[in-house]
Nanobody, 129 residues
Framework: QVQFVESGGGLVQSGGSLRLSCGAM????????IGWFRQAPGNEREFVAA????????YYAESVKGRFTISRDNARNTAYLQMNILRPEDSAVYFC??????????????????????WGQGTQVTVSS
């Protein structure tokens, strides 16, 4: 099994920024699509963003579009989520996930958590008002 580890969470003020990282071991990282999900207390796990294996295509939840940017550096086996203009409602545990199916031709790709094969342990993001 492939292990994924998230980092970069923390406590920030409303309007601030954080950059999350998702790293994995092994040469197969570059073949996976990577997604970010989040889960706040009392809520279901929610899709945030995803990126295909090459980084050529990205997908975003409407709630974060224009504020968050997903990227990846396959040479470092790492994916990133740059979060800007953070709001208290962004507070959640953020999870990195990997899909063995590295690409998708549709417009609603990678939005369901059941599409992913591997998951990280999560990193806490707290945004104070």
């Amino acid at each position: 099994q492939v292990q994924f580890v998230e980092s970069g969470g923390g406590l920030v003020q409303s309007g601030g920024s954080l950059r999350l990282s998702c790293g994995a071991m092994g040469p197969t990282f570059s073949s996976y699509a990577i997604g970010w999900f989040r889960q706040a207390p009392g809520n279901e796990r929610e899709f945030v963003a995803a990126i295909n294996w090459s980084g050529e295509r990205a997908y975003y939840a409407e709630s974060v579009k224009g504020r968050f940017t997903i990227s990846r550096d396959n040479a470092r086996n790492t994916a990133y989520l740059q979060m800007n203009i953070l709001r208290p409602e962004d507070s959640a545990v953020y999870f990195c996930a990997a899909d063995i199916l590295g690409d998708c031709s549709g417009n609603d790709c990678y939005t369901g958590d059941d599409e992913y094969d591997y998951w990280g342990q999560g990193t806490q993001v707290t945004v104070s008002s």
